[in-house]
């Protein structure tokens, strides 16, 4: 049995359709169809059930689909463990925050494709959470705090930040001096998550409120200095606006707990070469260039 078909059904397993498996895969539709049809051929069962909507396993394709993701992890795996150092192949698709991607993390994707020219790279930026599962992804780098899923994270540095306003803005309404005070001011945000302060040895979580809210932290950066309102922010985003005095640190008696970046994969037994390599040139960026992320910046120890 073909190991590339066997790769295709668990890519169509996965992402429950043909043209999502043929994008991560980076193939055709017709290329994974016919995949499907030998591998059921050769098996004698069904193993989809082919709808309007996508794919959907059968009973037989349940059971089939863990025995596949297992050879082809255990092949994987034995190559890996021949070629430990070769030259990577292949695509990776990578999903990277908008915000610091271009300027933070790509770098580090250039290198990895100097030291690999036989891999190809595939980047997608944007500061929504992608579905890396459906849309075939790798893995995803992401910043903050991780929220409960069935993905498997490494997180791969820290990151630092901290709620700035704009001048402007403190002249006109003042600034919070404590968490409860949060609530009573114009937040800038991505959504409707809450903000997180330390207090000692407690961890203080508030709702804030606001009209303007975007996905992009770059985007709030430059409306918090617009002078909109204030926002949580993370340092390798609003250091230029704090180094000309366009936004300024506020309630730096209640920092926020520290955060971190993440590489994100879907579930599985054992990561691909490609997302580890990956993964260790990231956490070598963070310790040799910890300024680029404000990890050596102190927050102002006086309130605005």
Aim: proline share 7%; hydrophobic share 40%; glycine share 8%.
């Amino acid at each position: 049995m073909d190991i590339e078909d066997l790769r295709t059904f668990v890519a169509v397993a996965d992402v429950g359709g043909v043209s999502a498996a043929a994008r991560r895969l980076g193939t055709s539709k017709s290329i994974v169809s016919r995949r499907l049809l030998r591998i059921e051929a050769e098996l004698g069962v069904q193993l989809l059930a082919r709808t309007t909507r996508g794919a959907a396993l059968t009973e037989a394709g349940i059971t089939f689909r863990e025995h596949a993701a297992r050879a082809s992890a255990e092949i994987d795996t034995a190559r890996e463990s021949i070629f430990p150092t070769g030259d990577l192949r292949g695509r990776l698709r990578v999903a990277m925050p908008l915000a610091f991607g271009p300027t933070h993390f790509a770098p580090v994707l250039a290198e990895m494709a100097h030291q690999h020219p036989q891999l190809q790279i595939h980047t997608s930026y944007s500061d929504r959470f992608v579905d890396l599962i459906a849309e075939g992804f790798d893995c995803a780098i992401r910043v903050g705090y991780l929220q409960d899923s069935n993905l498997i994270a490494k997180r791969i540095g820290p990151i630092s930040g901290r709620l700035v306003a704009s001048p402007e803005y403190i002249r006109r309404r003042g600034s919070p001096r404590t968490p409860d005070e949060v609530v009573t001011h114009q937040a800038l945000m991505q959504g409707t998550e809450s903000w997180q302060f330390r207090d000692g040895d407690r961890t203080v979580t508030v709702q804030p409120q606001g009209r303007f809210k975007a996905d992009s932290a770059t985007a709030l950066a430059a409306t918090a200095a617009a002078g909109l309102g204030i926002a949580w922010l993370p340092d390798c985003v609003t250091y230029g606006y704090v180094a000309s005095g366009a936004l300024v640190p506020i309630m730096t008696r209640y920092p926020p707990p520290s955060a971190g970046a993440y590489v994100i994969r879907p579930p599985g037994q054992y990561p691909a070469r490609k997302v580890r390599v990956l993964t260790e040139m990231l956490i070598k960026s963070f310790e040799l260039n910890p300024q680029l992320w404000g990890i050596d910046s102190n927050p102002d120890p006086r309130d605005a």
